[in-house]
């Protein structure tokens, strides 16, 4: 029973309430799943999902009503989903052990924002039964608002594996996969999904039809249908006799053009080349880099596309020219469509170490640590020395550990009581400075250094051999000597022994700590540092802004002039509490309250000059808000804080919000 103890705790104010509408009369559940699986086919999610909760009032134990109320639940409707958690915990406090109660608290929570929790409650319902589909489709769902888009699309393939014959399973996975950036896979489950939602009959198979054709559009797949062959690409005619002669005469021209610089005058000469060969991929290939230069980026990067697909199959130069169109996707801030291309480019040729590179960076900036860790693996196997893959492997395999995994890790290695159940944040800060070490060759370091080196390792054995990590004594002994270096590295640099002790990092950190040794922050500082190249700052020199921090005070100036002042975080969170609203809400029109990130901070800023252009009669309100608070009136009563977010008190008392929007004067 405790795998629904997160839906219990996230939602007990409102519990009792949504509990009580269940026993009261409604329409037949039967009724209720027919009168809901036609508002959904209709288009109305929200709508259906009511109509499902409706029947479930009068059978609160029908769990297939109850599994089409979660499937219905829409994922932007965080009011529902507490209701569909009550009405879960309701079940599974009466004991009743059916993955359906599981599963909606994993819906429930995944919208809540609470990924890990749900996460937990989705696996123990794929415990109680692995053979249905529903329990893969949250699962995978779950993992992909959790930022594992990877293991998401493992687990929806799974449930297209036992449920081949739906259009529903193969519409999750490529959407999962579309989201992921690979269209080529996601155009193909699109198409699977289209040709059973064609057998099908019905309007909830019109429906995902809908969704599904929507989807090929996206990723450009060809809606080739039951029956329909799909047409076959045109065979450009071939050019007439002299063309050839032309053409070579055309490209000479554009490229001589090209070269003085003349970009208007090159790309005039390319668009008559085009006339004799317009097949031509080296003439696309050269005409892509113009057009980005000239600022026609959009034009570019298609034509670069189209170069790859003149080049076509097997060919380097088409996966070049994918690289190519990928990294201007970047610069348009289109990473999906980035992702796209280096998988192509890889297709085209599975060895470029380029295109790897590329897709593992894209894969990061997407928060996808599981897809370039793969990547890296990838690298690793076509390159075994390739020691940038190898540093951040390792360091991506190292930050998906559990804090539980890093004090084991810690217990290991000898640097840990063996007793300890719960890291505390030295622990963490510990294994992670041991593990930087580690990765940038502390032991290889330290073998050359330490007379009794093997006192100070210990071993793991692996599938790929045999590793030495570095016990809590072995990296006392790695600070000690990198100390002793760092010092004759400074003093090389011409600082005076006197202000070594006292340089900081870039972002203000100390180098080195009260006893004289290096801190972690040094270690790295002290590891990465080249002669001739400044890294660090003297006691006297400023911390330099970072360019989030420049970008942050120029909005904050910006949003003053139109009437804004900052306020600080406790007096933001107390504004929350006090006026009973969500933060969409806070930040929606007409309140319009702006929140920034510096790099370092979120800063908050509210409407409060009465005159200001962004006042209106609605946020006017707010400002007296924060100055009872500053003027130390900030108790709140129970029927306030039970209400905001997680259900509604017993007394009715009106906040600036009610129910999640701004209040507007009608009960």
Known sequence: MNGYRAARTLFAAGGLLAASLFFRGAAGAGEALDRARGAAAQGSEAGAFDLAMEGLKKEPADTELFLCAVELLPENSPERAKTLAAAAWEMLRAMKEDYAWYLGACKALRLSGRSAEALSNCKKALELDPTVYPVYRELGLTYAAAGNPRKAAETLAQGVEISSSSYQAHYYLAKVLEKRGDSSRAAASYSSGLALARRASGPEADYYGALIKAGQKRTGAEL????????????????????????????????????????????????????????????????????????????????????????????????????????????????????????????????????????????????????????????????????????????????????????????LRRAADLKKTDPLPEDLRLFKAIKAAEISGAVEYLKKRAPVFRSLVVERKAADGTKLLLTGEGYKAYVFHATREAVKFFEGQGIALREIFTLRTLSGAPVFDQGGKLTADGEELWRKSAPGTKSWLLVYEPVPASPEAVKAEKEIEAAKKNGYAEIYEPEYLWLLRATECPEDVMQDPPIKLLILNDGTRRRYLLCWVETGTCMNNVNNKLPSYIESYRGGNTELSDSKTSTAFFGTGGAKKIHFCEKGRIWSGEL
């Open 224 to 411: 080739t249908g039951a029956g329909k062959k799909k047409p076959k690409a045109k065979t450009p005619a071939p050019p007439p006799p002299g063309n050839k002669q032309l053409a070579a005469a055309c490209l000479a021209r554009f490229r001589e053009e090209f070269l003085k610089d003349n970009l208007g005058t090159a790309l005039a000469a390319s668009d008559g080349c085009l006339k004799f060969a317009p097949a031509d991929p080296l003439l696309a290939a050269e005409r892509a880099p113009l057009l980005v230069r000239l600022g026609k980026y959009e034009e570019g990067v298609k034509e670069y596309e189209r170069a790859a697909s003149l080049y076509g199959g097997k060919d380097p130069a088409a996966a070049l020219c994918r690289i190519k169109a990928a990294e201007t996707w970047i610069k348009l801030g289109k990473s999906d469509k980035a992702l796209a291309q280096y998988r192509l480019a890889l297709k085209s040729d599975p060895k470029d170490m380029n295109a790897l590179r590329g897709l593992a960076a894209a894969q990061e900036a997407r928060s996808d640590s599981s897809g370039a860790l793969e990547t890296y693996e990838t690298m690793l196997k076509l390159e075994p020395a390739n020691e940038k893959a190898r540093i951040r492997r390792e360091e991506l395999r190292s930050g998906t550990l559990t804090g539980a995994q890093m004090l084991e890790e810690l217990k």
